[in-house]
């Protein structure tokens, strides 16, 4: 399912107050670009991310995320890419503001904060929870598997990793489209 441009730029106004709300100023320009990323499943506020990419090149990246209030980015894992002789990516996730519920690959969280869509659900299989608030980080290290959802306000994070190559992610949904479609 597709977003419009009009809702893709209304959603980029909202990315835009949290980010304001979280003391970070950006350029014309990067209000602009916005990446609002529904991932092909028509529920932006359920599922999906708003990223705002200052830098990527083959050795690093940083950007910022946004996420609604509840809002889940589903589990995923960047691969590693050999004929870069990348072994995947390594991801710092520093939470600006609000609180992100993190979830990655060992032991599992009893009673986790954080619940994923229940017509998904099925999808989320790791549950070690992270919980990050303003100032908090966590380093998520390469070929992991991992999810995290914004807290009752939503959140802001920034991501500053090794080369970013969002569009090759590993989902465990079949049916996400990690690149988003925008009609008119």
């Not at 999808?123 to 608030?133: A, D, S």
């Not at 306000?153 to 970013?164: N, P, Y």
């Amino acid at each position: 399912m597709a977003l419009t441009q009009i809702e893709v730029k209304n959603w980029q106004k909202v990315a835009r107050e949290y980010l304001d709300k979280a003391g970070i100023v950006l350029t014309t320009e990067e209000q602009d670009t916005i990446e609002i990323a529904d991932l092909g499943l028509g529920e932006f506020e359920q599922t999906g991310v708003a990223l705002v990419v200052y830098f990527n090149d083959e050795k690093y990246c940083a950007k910022e995320i946004v996420l609604m209030p509840r809002q889940t980015v589903p589990q995923h894992r960047p691969p590693p890419i050999p004929e870069f002789d990348y072994i995947g990516k390594q991801e710092t996730i520093r939470c600006r503001w609000g609180v992100v519920y993190m979830y990655v690959e060992g032991e599992e969280t009893k009673n986790p904060k954080a619940t994923p869509p229940q017509h998904r659900k099925e999808h989320y299989t790791v549950w070690h929870e992270i919980v990050l608030k303003p100032g908090d980080q966590f380093t998520i290290p390469p070929l992991t598997w991992h999810w995290f959802q914004g807290g009752s306000q939503g959140a802001v994070v920034s991501e500053f990793s090794t080369r970013s190559a969002d569009e090759d992610d590993l989902f465990t949904d079949p049916e996400i489209q990690r690149i988003p479609e925008i009609v008119k």
